[in-house]
Each structure stands twice: as structure tokens, then as C-alpha cells.
């Protein structure tokens, strides 16, 4: 049976440190699917229509990428998918705790699904997408850590904001 991982999280926005860990996934996995949590409450820079509209881009030559949209809780929809994996990232002993948290409760809650955790390579373990926000809103060069698509996005995020 082949073995589909799910990478789930906000991505708001895609950051090569999230592109990385897709690029390793899909080398480890038979396909995975980058699954953006739908999320009300939050108040996200880019929509969710957005945020899957770039990631289809940038992954459109990777067959086993698929990008989705995802909402509820996160074990119910790669139940849905028939997934048996969920991909996270880590980047440093600051991520672990709350991570080890989500992967306990998941397996709590669906046994059978697996939390896999993948480092990205080193040159993006200091890399968020809050960061990237903040730092791009306030003019700093975020060139060579995002995928070229989101820095045209962010551009124009920028401009549109300051016509208003
Ligand atoms: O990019 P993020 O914000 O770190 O991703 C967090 C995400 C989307 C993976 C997490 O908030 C999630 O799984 N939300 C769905 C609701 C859910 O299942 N919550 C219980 C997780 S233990």
C-alpha cells in the first residue's frame, strides 16, 4: 500500500524552510499532501486561496505534492485522506515541546496515524513565516528564504496595502 503523508500547518506564508521539508517529504513518502488549516479566527496576511494558489505554483512540476485545504481536527481529515502520516518540522528545542504535544494528543486521538518529524537543512532552521512577515513589513530583504513567488506576493501585499 502506498504510504501518503500529510504535512499540515498555516503556511502563511510558504517559507523555503516549509519547501524543503515538502522537497524531503515527497522523497520518503509515495505522495504528500500540504494541507493549510482553514482558520477563522485567525487574521492570515494571505487567504487561504492565496496560500494554496502559491504552493500549487511552486510545487506545479511535483507529481507527488498535492496541495488541500483542511478544517476541524487535523487526525479526522488524514483519516478522510487515508493517510497513515502526519509530517512536521522541526527546527530547534523551542519547537519540540509544543510539537510534542500536538503528536501525543494526535496519536491519542487516532492511534494509527504517525507524527514524523523531519529537520530542515541547517541554512533555514532560524526561518518563521512570523518572522518573515515582520521582518519584510518593516523593509528588511527576505531574499533566498522564501520561494521567489511569495516575495513578488509580498510586494504586492506591501503596495496594495499602503494605495489603501
Ligand atoms: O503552521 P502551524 O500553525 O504550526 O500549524 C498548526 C496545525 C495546523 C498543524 C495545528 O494547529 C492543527 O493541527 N490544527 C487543526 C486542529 C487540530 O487538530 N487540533 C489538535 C492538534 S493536537
New binding site residues.
Partial sequence: MPTLAVY????DPLTNGHVDIITRGARLFDRIIVAM?V?AEKAPLFSVDERVEIARAVFKAHPKVEVDT?G????DYVERRQAQVIV?GLRAVSDFEFEF??AL??QR?NAKIETVFMMPAEQYTYIS?RLIKEVFSLGGRVHGLVPELVEERLREKVSTTRTR
Fill in positions: 499540515p500547518g498555516s503556511f488549516l482558520n483542511f476541524g481536527l487535523l487526525v512536521r504535544q500536538m494528543m494526535n486521538l513565516s
